[in-house]
């Protein structure tokens, strides 16, 4: 039977003011919404620029509570337009504790939970993000809601392919993958998120920026952001270049038909992984 959910991923150019970084994120949303979207992921550190490019105390001062300006003010959209939101924001969790962190928001408005980035890149040449956030501390949890169980990987987590399988083994059933990726990981971005759709037999909607941020960084963020399916087919693209949305109708359905086919899990070898849990 089917379960079909329209979703959207939003991407915006992002070195700017907070103010019209998050008027961007809203006329994206309302847009998404307006085409029928019932939930819409958002890019990551969606609220202003990607500072990570340089390692400067004073974006210290960025940071907010999950009940901050931020959160709220995505609260009050997702409640307005009935949709389920992706928030991905700089989380100020304590004095000199952050975290890069995305909330999970409700048609309500209600926060049903938030992860934490696990994976915390130190390279170059614009991702000194050790300079700012602790490791994530929530582990790789999957949020039921109205538009499906969701789960989250923030960017260099895709890298890491246990954070695919945990969230599969956890329910997932879209996995939402937002990001400030440049092109010297073109390839990677078109071959990983579909491959682990396949490998995990689920949805992932993965999000990008948009644009150069100079003075921060010359690099350039390529957008390109795109949903697919969990046979690994790419359902939505959209350009490299401009404030978008794109959306597509996912058959939740689908889900099981495709692990009927590919018995990954069935198949899975717990027993014989435990190398993998020495450290070396």
Known sequence: MSRVVRAAVAQAYGNTSKDEALQRQVA????????????????????????????????FAWA??????TVSLMAGLARRLGVVLVVPFFEKAAPGLYFNTAVVLETDGSVVGKYRKNHIPQLGPCYWEKFFFAPGDLGYPVFRTSAGRIGVAICYDRHFPEVWRALGLNGAEIVFNPSATSDYARRAWDLEQPSQALANGYFVAAINRVGVEEPLSSVH??????????RGEV??????????????????????????????YRDRRPDSYQDL????
């Open 28 to 59: 994206l949303v309302e847009a998404a919404a307006a085409d029928g979207a019932q939930i819409i992921g958002l890019q990551e550190l969606c609220n202003g620029p990607y500072f990570c490019a340089e390692q400067d105390p004073k974006w």
């Open 64 to 69: 907010e509570p999950d009940d901050g300006r």
């Open 277 to 280: 849990l020495r450290l070396t």
């Open 235 to 264: 359902l939505a693209r959209a350009g490299e270049d401009k404030d978008e949305f794109v959306a597509a109708d996912l058959d939740l359905a689908q889900i099981e038909e495709a692990r009927g086919v590919w018995q990954f």
């Open 221 to 230: 963020f390529f957008g390109s952001s795109y949903l697919c399916g969990p």
